[in-house]
């Protein structure tokens, strides 16, 4: 079982991504989006996948809030 698998057993993922992404669209609005993936470029860049892991889960709640941003960002 690896890091994301136990974070999930631990909590609603779901839930907990939705979250995340309201409180970054209440704070940063459509700058959202890029800040996501400055967070994944970073989360990659040092190895970290459960974080990588988890941005995509908070990315995929960002596009069904605010959309792709006119394909400005790149989706993992």
Known sequence: ?????????AVDVD???AHVADGLVAEMGDGALP???Q???RMRLVGDDL???MWLGIQDKL???????GGA???H
């Open 1 to 9: 079982m690896n890091a994301l698998d136990k974070f999930r057993d």
């Open 15 to 17: 839930a907990y991504f």
């Open 35 to 37: 800040a996501a993936e």
């Open 39 to 41: 967070a994944l470029t």
């Open 51 to 53: 974080g990588f892991e």
């Open 63 to 69: 596009v069904e809030r605010i959309g792709p941003a």
């Open 73 to 75: 960002v790149t989706l």
